[in-house]
């Protein structure tokens, strides 16, 4: 069933920048969407940022100007850049991809800890 794999957590100080990355293996890569998600402790999961397979781009209000979503097809992997991180950032972020054929994956998530 293939799988999505993260990378690029970590921990940084507020002002940092850290480059998030989810490589698909085993898929038959075709994505609709690729989408990254956050989770902080006690709070629900939310949406980051999103990019479709036609190129558009968004992303939640409390990111927008400091993160980056791309995708590169030939690598089957989205990256996420995040700049001028804040501690508010701190979460647990996912990686999601929906297939243009119906298949829905998720990654295991990786850990982003900002300092203040």
């Known amino acids: 069933q293939g799988q999505l794999v993260e990378s690029g957590g970590g921990l940084v100080q507020a002002g940092g920048s850290l480059r998030l990355s989810c490589a698909a293996s085993?898929?038959?890569?075709?994505?609709?969407?690729m989408d990254w998600y956050r989770q902080a402790p006690g709070k629900q999961r939310e949406l980051v940022a999103t990019?479709?397979?036609?190129?558009?781009?968004n992303y939640a209000d409390s990111v927008k100007g400091r993160f980056t979503i791309s995708l590169e097809n030939a690598k089957k992997t989205v990256y996420l850049q995040m700049n001028s991180l804040k501690p508010e950032d701190t979460a647990v972020y996912y990686c999601?991809?929906?297939?243009?054929?119906?298949?829905?994956?998720w990654g295991q998530g990786t850990q982003v800890t900002v300092s203040s």
């Open positions: 999601h991809v929906a297939m243009i054929y119906g298949l829905e994956k």
């Open positions: 085993g898929i038959f890569f075709s994505p609709r969407t």
């Open positions: 990019i479709t397979s036609g190129g558009n781009i």
